[in-house]
């Protein structure tokens, strides 16, 4: 049984950096694609990023890029969201996924077959 648990969500001030993790288990993970998005109250789900676990490949949502990192650590089976030049329109609650690589980009929520329970994060102006 798959499971994806976020940890490291929390409060910041704008212009602060946040890492939020995903730890991931109940299968190996190696085909899948991890990704990461985020709902903000009254939105839809948006993506953020996302990265193959096999190669690392990652890719990103144009509102985050340059500013946020998605990594893995495959010892640990865990993939990161690295956050830096936060700004309030971030606040959100963040989950992880967990999808079958294919050769188009996973961007859309469709596309993942597991989700975690989502951690908070929340920037203050």
């Known amino acids: 049984q798959v499971q994806l648990v976020e940890s490291g969500g929390g409060l910041v001030q704008a212009g602060g950096s946040l890492r939020v993790s995903c730890a991931a288990s109940?299968?190996?993970?190696?085909?899948?694609?991890m990704g990461w998005f985020r709902q903000a109250p009254g939105k839809e789900r948006e993506f953020v990023g996302a990265?193959?676990?096999?190669?690392?490949?990652?890719y990103y949502a144009d509102s985050v890029k340059g500013r946020f990192t998605v990594s893995r650590d495959n010892a640990k089976n865990t993939v990161y969201l690295q956050m830096n030049s936060l700004k309030p329109e971030d606040t959100a609650v963040y989950y992880c996924?967990?999808?079958?690589?294919?050769?188009?980009?996973?961007?859309?929520?469709?596309?993942?077959?597991?989700w975690g329970q989502g951690t908070q994060v929340t920037v203050s102006s």
């Open positions: 996924a967990a999808g079958k690589s294919t050769n188009v980009l996973l961007i859309y929520s469709y596309q993942y077959d597991n």
């Open positions: 109940g299968r190996t993970f190696s085909t899948y694609t």
């Open positions: 990265i193959r676990w096999s190669g690392g490949r990652t």
